[in-house]
């Protein structure tokens, strides 16, 4: 009864490096989506994903990079960290497009940029 | 203008009161509408999805006013355990299902 599971759970960077995020999840979801939690600010939209191979930006996609080569899994890439990417970052998945459906969260990435 | 407004709180409550949290939100087009769970540090997890006709699940009832804009949840004998922060979420369909989420309401109920 995984759902959706992000890898790793925490993760301390230098400024300047590279890391992926990886968001699996095991309920055959269509629609998989990358947040991002800062204080005081609601969950934030990265980048989401229509489905297999597609993949499109959201609210604050700049920096990041994500791809969806299998439909179960949804990578979110920081190519060259920056301090302000310091952040919770939450993956999440849902069945349709219908705005009805709720979404599943996985239970985040929390990253730190020195 | 935030697209979905809550008060932050905190909101201090006894065990076994009545507490309401209300929530705005600007988009007309807004579809659907949910409250979310989200305690210290973990995933927000959803809570109660709200209906024109409002709605309730045991102790929590949830009410929607399209013309005012305005949803609201009402949490009747509070538990230690309803101690979180509470999302308010509205979804607008645009090709795909994005989810505006508001800051939240911190809750915290006290023996």
Redesign the interface.
């Given at each position: 009864n995984a759902g959706v599971t992000q890898t790793p759970k925490f993760r301390v960077l230098k400024t300047g490096q590279s890391m992926t995020l990886l968001c699996a999840q095991d309920m055959n979801h269509e629609?998989m989506?990358w947040y991002r939690q800062d204080p005081?600010?609601?969950?934030?939209?990265i980048h989401?994903s229509?489905g297999e191979g597609t993949t499109?930006k959201g609210e604050v996609p700049d920096g990041y990079n994500v791809s969806r080569l299998k439909k179960q899994n949804f990578l979110l890439g920081l190519e060259s960290a920056a301090p302000s990417q310091t952040s919770?970052y939450?993956c999440a998945s849902?069945s349709?497009?219908?705005?009805?459906?709720?979404?599943h969260?996985?239970?985040?990435t929390?990253l730190s940029i020195l | 203008r935030k697209e979905v407004e809550q008060d932050p709180g905190p909101f201090n409550v006894p065990e076994g009161a009545t507490v309401a949290f209300n929530c705005t939100y600007s988009n007309s087009a807004s579809q659907s509408f949910f409250w979310y769970r989200q305690d210290c540090r973990k995933e927000p997890k959803l809570l109660m999805s709200v209906y024109s006709s409002g709605n309730e699940d045991g102790r929590f009832t949830a009410q929607l006013n399209r013309a005012s804009q305005y949803i609201s949840l009402l949490i009747r004998d509070s538990k230690l355990s309803d101690s979180a922060t509470y999302l308010c979420v509205v979804s607008l369909n645009t090709g795909f299902q994005k989810l505006v989420f508001g800051t939240g309401t911190r809750l915290l109920v006290s023996p």
């Open positions: 629609y989506y005081g600010m609601g969950l934030r939209l989401y229509v499109a919770v939450f849902t349709a497009s219908h705005s009805n459906q709720p979404q969260f996985g239970d985040g929390r | -």
